[in-house]
């Protein structure tokens, strides 16, 4: 599932988007917002819930499609097939989240653009990936290939090849279902009868 990473190199803005993406674990299918309250306590003790945001069961809902439809794009960005039903929840959840731009001498940054305590709560998310855009860090966010694992990771390696959240974990048990499946092929050619060719 998760393999010990040097925290220095992973930007924080690429890593709040991770975090957010790992509170399902889908492989042990552990959930860490499973209630508004649990929802308002992940951005609470980062310091991004503002002051009086009250969340309900809606915007958990639509923090659940926001964390989803960022897995698809990470997963994307690993090289597979995005779910095309959780990218249309997500642009849909997005489009209830309006934003606005902030310009600043040090830079830009997305703001809420009403006081909507959703669109409040989730605007560090969509701010955070706006600048893991500008520091080419984006694709860089990924999922695990395997199927059954699809944890979020930062792959930090230099030319952005990494498929697995752990080589150890994940990557070892692939590449042995791999192997063991190519055995069993050519134990299974090989006693297949042969047919002789016509006389």
């Given at each position: 599932?998760?393999?010990?990473?040097?925290?220095?190199?992973?930007?924080?803005?690429?890593?709040?988007?991770?975090?957010?993406?790992?509170?399902?674990?889908?492989?042990?299918?552990?959930?860490?917002?499973?209630?508004?309250?649990?929802?308002?306590?992940?951005?609470?003790?980062?310091?991004?819930?503002?002051?009086?945001?009250?969340?309900?069961?809606?915007?958990?809902?639509?923090?659940?499609?926001?964390?989803?439809?960022?897995?698809?794009?990470?997963?994307?960005?690993?090289?597979?097939?995005?779910?095309a039903g959780s990218l249309?929840?997500?642009?849909?959840?997005?489009?209830?989240?309006?934003?606005?731009?902030?310009?600043?001498?040090?830079?830009?940054?997305?703001?809420?653009?009403?006081?909507?305590?959703?669109?409040?709560?989730?605007?560090?998310?969509?701010?955070?990936?706006?600048?893991?855009?500008?520091?080419?860090?984006?694709?860089?966010?990924?999922?695990?290939a395997r199927d059954t694992?699809?944890?979020?990771?930062?792959?930090?390696?230099?030319?952005?090849?990494?498929?697995?959240?752990?080589?150890?974990?994940?990557?070892?048990?692939?590449?042995?279902?791999?192997?063991?499946?190519?055995?069993?092929?050519?134990?299974?050619s090989s006693t297949a009868?042969?047919?002789?060719?016509?006389?």
């Amino acid at each position: 599932m998760t393999e010990s990473v040097d925290e220095s190199v992973v930007p924080a803005a690429a890593g709040l988007v991770r975090d957010f993406v790992n509170t399902h674990e889908p492989q042990v299918a552990a959930e860490a917002l499973s209630s508004p309250q649990e929802l308002e306590a992940w951005f609470d003790a980062r310091g991004l819930l503002p002051p009086g945001n009250r969340l309900g069961s809606s915007d958990l809902a639509a923090a659940l499609a926001l964390r989803e439809g960022l897995r698809q794009i990470l997963l994307g960005h690993a090289g597979h097939d995005s779910d095309a039903g959780s990218l249309a929840a997500l642009d849909a959840t997005l489009a209830e989240l309006p934003m606005r731009l902030l310009v600043t001498a040090e830079g830009l940054r997305l703001l809420p653009a009403n006081d909507v305590p959703r669109v409040r709560t989730f605007a560090s998310i969509i701010d955070a990936i706006r600048e893991c855009e500008k520091d080419r860090t984006w694709t860089r966010l990924k999922v695990c290939a395997r199927d059954t694992c699809r944890w979020a990771f930062y792959d930090a390696s230099r030319n952005q090849t990494r498929r697995w959240c752990s080589m150890a974990g994940c990557g070892n048990h692939v590449k042995m279902r791999r192997a063991y499946a190519t055995r069993r092929d050519r134990a299974l050619s090989s006693t297949a009868p042969r047919t002789q060719p016509p006389t």
